[in-house]
């Protein structure tokens, strides 16, 4: 009955945004605030019919157009509580938090405090971290290291204390272990990103965090983003990570608190936000406003690239060949979250999709597809109007 209700919910909600939009006129302006919201609604509607995700928030951003994102949600933020999603509700951003230590490690170029080619060992001599004399910051941000991911070793201690504050010595474990690491070798790992947090914090004279708030958070006013480095996180919706999950539980919120310290992510993740300020934050990103000219053109230049998916790696950021043109964007994972932020070049429109479940037996659909058809309608609509 729960699913049944879900989806009938998620139905009439989508639905009376047709009615709404038709009775105030608004189809008639479709590049208005309340027109951009059907389009989103519509779109979402396609992919959740027979869907049992809990709740999804999407955010269309338009800087030419709009001062701020139109946001929508849909669904629920807490099953039990049959408590609704709204726009602004929090979700753990996962691996899109890489993009924050990405900008900080630009913009500490930009400052000469940091160098691309210059290795881990002059920035974190006394780290024992293998390969460290060969190992660059540009490999570091471009996740061509070498380095593997977390091993057996680091998750069976995840999910046996998965509440203790990770050190770097944790990260930097399955490194140690496997001595098989081969500098210039595509691997996309969290543990270049940790790495990277590191060094930020030691370049910057404060911890990375501090520093990207003080550069990027405050400044652009992204007031509903800051660093998930505890288990209580204001603001955060309840995560369902299914009964499967590694943690061996559905619910990832428990009594007000993360049954795990999302701490452990450090750079490869290490975020909360809402889709409106990862819109904003994306758009920021892929605009060159957070670093140099020179800086964007080294991050969005491909050093990894994957024919089959018509994906590259850049700096810290995916670069996706789309039917609409070149994306720029970054996904996450994080157990009982997933989110999606692009930007699309060409149009100059930003997408953020998040939902606040990573069960890929609830999660059949794919972001960045739904962000696709997004912006295809917002261009007709804003940009090609006769």
């Known amino acids: ?11 009439f909600t989508f639905g009376r945004g047709s009615v ?3 009775k105030n006129g608004v189809s008639a302006s479709p590049c208005s605030t309340e027109g951009l919201k059907l389009i989103a609604r519509e779109e979402l509607a396609n992919v959740l019919k027979g869907s049992e995700i809990p709740g999804v928030t999407a955010a269309i951003y338009i800087p030419t157009r709009f001062r701020r994102p139109v946001a929508i949600a849909s669904g629920w933020s807490d099953y039990a509580a049959e408590r609704q999603m709204m726009p602004d509700n929090r979700i753990l951003a996962g691996s899109i938090g890489k993009t924050f230590y990405a900008a900080a490690a630009l913009r500490l170029i930009d400052k000469g405090k940091l160098e691309l080619d210059k290795t881990i060992a002059d920035y974190l001599p006394t780290a024992n971290i293998p390969a460290a004399d060969r190992v660059t910051v540009r490999m570091l941000l471009s996740h061509r290291t070498g380095y593997g991911e977390y091993d057996a070793v680091f998750m069976e201690d995840l999910i046996k204390d998965p509440t203790r504050v990770r050190v770097l010595d944790d990260w930097v474990g399955p490194l140690r272990r496997n001595q098989s690491t081969k500098p210039g070798e595509f691997r996309y790992s969290d543990i270049n990103f940790v790495i990277l947090a590191h060094i930020i914090d ?15 958070l405050k400044p ?26 590694f943690f061996g539980r559905d619910t990832m919120i428990d009594t007000g608190s993360l049954i795990y310290n999302p701490q452990f992510e450090s750079g490869g993740g290490g975020y909360v936000s809402n889709s409106a300020d990862l819109a904003r934050w994306i758009t920021l990103f892929g605009t060159s406003t957070l670093f140099s000219l020179d800086r964007w053109n080294e991050a969005s230049t491909p050093t990894h690239k994957d024919e089959k998916k018509d994906t590259a790696y850049g700096l810290g950021i995916h670069i996706d060949s789309t039917p609409l043109g070149i994306a720029y964007g970054h996904s996450g994972y994080i157990p009982g979250y997933v989110s999606w932020a692009r930007w699309y070049e060409k149009q100059s429109i930003a997408v953020a999709i998040q939902t606040n ?8 659909w794919d972001g960045y597809d739904v962000s696709d058809r997004i912006v295809k309608r917002v261009d007709m609509a804003c940009h090609k109007q006769k």
């Open 357 to 364: 479940t990573s069960d890929h037996e609830r999660l059949s």
């Open 1 to 11: 009955m729960k699913t049944l209700f879900v989806i009938g919910l998620i139905l």
């Open 220 to 245: 652009y006013r992204l007031r509903d983003t800051e660093p998930s480095n505890q288990r209580k996180v204001a603001g955060l919706v309840q995560g369902y990570a299914g009964p499967k999950n």
């Open 202 to 216: 030691r370049v910057a004279g404060t911890p990375a965090t501090n520093f990207i708030n003080s550069q990027f």
């Open 20 to 22: 709404f939009a038709q």
